[in-house]
């Protein structure tokens, strides 16, 4: 399996300077990849731009998006935003695309919410016939947690990206997705991707990283809480969770940060590669 690190693009009040940073120090390291995530209505930084600043910065390093919000673009735009990252970063991108769980990301834009996995599933496919003409073409992942989301994978991706939660649960939900792809008729098996939070540090940092975690998914209302007790805090449980996970058949783990600080990315190197 190999592991990826997550830029803090979705951090509050995170600077420019100190993705880049990271950007720099990740390339340097272990990880495999570097992973963004995607809100409208948060103070965030945008992914595809990001993304594009870190291809011309990086050359060894893989990209990807840990979502963003298909429906919410024009897919001619970001098909052209896409590509341009991929010629950027020499072929390194991998695209994570997802209806979104949140209303008020629609909102800001003034998009409706019904209809939205029809407008991804349209949008999957003609990024799919798109990119074509690229060599090598973006990857393209789902991300989601019902069965249609396996199913709009096994159909228009390349493999499904889980948001989270323990190696049983992540277990789970690739045997359905391996099914969903066998049934769709594909050839050989999904590309297999999941993501998790980590907060290293003292007492302090690791309440940081709570109250962000808290914020970001304070649209679930209670589940929040639950969200938030499966941040990662200490190296003793991100080397279990990373061996669980391995073991349960993922291809490919993000670990995304819930503090932006680089210390973060340095002691998080520091596990991973021990």
Known sequence: MRVGIGLPNSVPGTEARLLLEWARRAEKSSFASLGVVDRMRYDSHEPMALLAAVAATTTRID?????????????????????????????????????????????????????????????????RDGFEELKPPPGLLVGGGGDISLVRA?????????????????????????????????????????????????????ERGRSYMRDYYAFTGPFAAKITEGLLTTPQSIVQFVRGYAEAGCDHLVLLPAVAELEQHDRLAAVVSS
Do not use: C, K, N
């Open 154 to 206: 096994a159909r228009y991706a390349d493999g499904y990206v889980h948001g989270g939660g323990p190696p049983r649960s992540f277990q789970r939900t690739a045997d359905r997705a391996t099914t969903a792809w066998v049934e769709a008729g594909r050839p050989g098996r999904p590309r297999l991707w999941a993501q998790a939070y980590f907060a290293l540090g003292d007492q302090a940092t690791i």
């Open 63 to 127: 990209l990807v998006t840990m979502v963003v919000i298909g429906p919410l673009r024009r897919t001619p735009v970001f098909a052209r935003e896409a590509a341009t990252v991929q010629r950027l970063s020499q072929g390194r991108l991998t695209l994570g695309l997802a209806v979104g769980a949140r209303t008020d990301d629609y909102d800001a834009l003034g998009e409706g919410h019904e209809g939205r996995g029809r407008r991804l599933d349209e949008q999957l496919a003609d990024l």
